[in-house]
């Protein structure tokens, strides 16, 4: 608990600098979080919308003293996601960036977690640099990967005498328009 109240007032201290909260702000939020529920601050601060997203990314990378990545929007290679199980990368709040030999990029919500390094080792070889990102974006961008689709069809479903069926309608509908 004591980490997580360091944390808190340091990232408090980083936003005030930064203006983006005033001192009294930054203390009742502090004290709020203390009271709250929630287990991470960044996702206190964004849900309560004390912040915008932009002015804690930077924050957090200050903190941390890595670049900030928003995964909001990015295409994540499949091919590199599949070298972590989705429980790994959900329970440690991380997702791969890209991979330049030797080098992995991975965003982390919290990159200076010294056990991360050691957990990441037991799927990859290659030496590993972090940027920061948002733990609850993170989650959302592997469950988009890992999860089904809405729209996804199961293979037992799709019977290729459908798609023929379906072609040689649409192919006599086309020759009956054409006689007309």
Same mark, same amino acid.
Request: charged fraction near 35%; charge should be negative; hydrophobic fraction near 40%.
């Given at each position: ?35 709250? /529920?929630?287990?991470?601050? /960044? ?121 023929? /069926? ?15």
């Amino acid at each position: 608990m004591k980490r997580k109240e360091t944390f808190a007032q340091e990232l408090c201290d980083i936003l005030v600098k930064h203006k983006v909260l005033s001192l009294e702000d930054s203390r009742a939020m502090h004290s709020a979080f203390k009271d709250s /529920d929630k287990e991470q601050f /960044d996702d206190f601060l964004l849900e309560e919308g004390l912040v915008q997203k932009e002015d804690l990314l930077r924050a957090l990378a200050e903190y941390y003293q890595v670049p900030a990545f928003d995964v909001v929007g990015y295409f994540f290679d499949h091919v590199l996601l599949r070298n972590f199980p989705k429980e790994f990368l959900l329970e440690n709040r991380i997702i791969p960036l890209a991979l330049e030999r030797p080098l992995l990029t991975l965003v982390a919500s919290h990159p200076d977690d010294q056990d991360l390094l050691v957990a990441i080792g037991k799927y990859v070889t290659t030496d590993v640099q972090f940027r920061v990102g948002l733990g609850r974006d993170i989650e959302d961008a592997v469950k988009e990967y890992y999860d089904p689709s809405l729209t996804e069809v199961e293979n037992d479903d799709y019977l290729p005498e459908q798609e023929h /069926d379906t072609e040689e309608s649409l192919t006599e509908l086309l020759e009956e328009d054409d006689e007309d």
